[in-house]
């Protein structure tokens, strides 16, 4: 039993480490990430766009903030700020609105996501790559 507990306690650390640097190692959606936000119902006055999203942390942990801009003739037009939450676990954002329901998925320096309507319609598609 002397012999085995030295080695017991050497692969526990070794376990706690792993775990700690994976926590650590999640995506995390803070930073600025340029892209596309398309129309996904046509014919609708919906337009396709360029975007501009800058995320950052709240005072939670799972809370964030996207202030999402467009770019028109090449300048960036403020669309309002979202209130979202995080979930580090599986790297996704939800921000619910009155009317839908926007959800982001962090897949390394790419940030992905719709825009699905109350009634579940997709209304949009985001495809965006964080900016360096």
Do not use: Y
Request: glycine fraction near 8%; charged fraction near 20%; proline fraction near 5%.
């Amino acid at each position: 039993m002397r012999r085995t507990l030295p080695f017991i306690i050497a692969a526990c650390a070794l376990a706690n480490a792993a775990h700690a640097q994976a926590a650590t190692s999640a995506p995390s959606p803070v930073g600025v990430w340029r892209g596309t936000s398309l129309c996904m119902v046509r014919p609708s006055a919906c337009n396709d766009e360029t975007v501009v999203f800058r995320i950052s942390r709240l005072g939670a942990a799972d809370s964030i903030s996207i202030d999402g801009r467009r770019v028109v003739n090449g300048q960036e037009v403020e669309m309002g700020p979202l209130a979202c939450q995080f979930a580090a676990a599986s790297a996704q954002l939800t921000c619910t609105l009155p009317n839908g329901t926007w959800r982001f998925t962090v897949r390394g320096d790419s940030l992905v996501g719709e825009l699905r309507s109350a009634d579940g319609v997709k209304r949009r598609d985001v495809r965006t790559a964080r900016a360096r």
